[in-house]
Every structure is written in C-alpha cells, then in structure tokens.
C-alpha cells in the first residue's frame, strides 16, 4: 500500500478514538485538529521508519507524545484529556498495525 492509504487507515481509527474521548468538545474542531496533525506526523512518522530506518517503538512514541502535545495546546480547557487522548489514538493505531504487519 501506498502512503496516503496509511494516513487514510491511520485517520479512520484516531478520529474516532478523539471523537469518543473528546466527546464534550465540537465535533468539527476535533475532526479538523486530528486530521490536521495527522497531515504532519504521518509523513514524518514515515520517512522516520521507512527512509531513515528508525526504531519503530520509538517512532510511534516520539508521534504519540507530538499528538497528544498538540491537542493538548488545541484544547486547553481540557489539557491533561487532550494529551492523553493523543496518546491513545496512536496507542490504538500503532497496536492494529503491529498486529496485521
């Protein structure tokens, strides 16, 4: 698969994931954050893995902690909820992906 299916793959399992945990916030702002900081952590994530050869753990991690920074800044009447919710969502998707790769 190419590229743009992971992000694809990779929004369609955290939004939801934000959507539920985030679910006292506005529906449109969550989608437009998640969606955002996929569009930049992707591409880093991957090149990361699969150009410069990095540590996948480690990868996912440095992504993790990145998201959950941002929503966290995003939404900051709800801080300690956003960054973790950040680290769920890529808990989840590093852990489907782990297990079908």
Excluded: K
Excluded at 25 to 37: A, M, N, P, Y
Excluded at 89 to 100: C, E, H
């Amino acid at each position: 698969m190419e590229e743009i299916t992971y992000l694809i793959l990779t929004v369609a399992v955290e939004l939801p994931v934000a959507l539920v945990l985030l679910r006292q916030e506005d529906w449109r702002r969550v989608t437009l954050v998640v969606v955002g900081v996929n569009m930049v952590s992707h591409p880093i994530v991957w090149q990361m893995i699969f150009v410069l050869h990095a540590n996948w753990f480690l990868s996912e991690a440095c992504v993790a902690a990145f998201e959950g920074i941002v929503l966290g800044l995003m939404f900051r009447d709800r801080r300690a909820l956003a960054f973790a919710t950040g680290v769920v969502m890529n808990v989840v998707t590093a852990a489907i992906g782990y297990l079908v790769s």
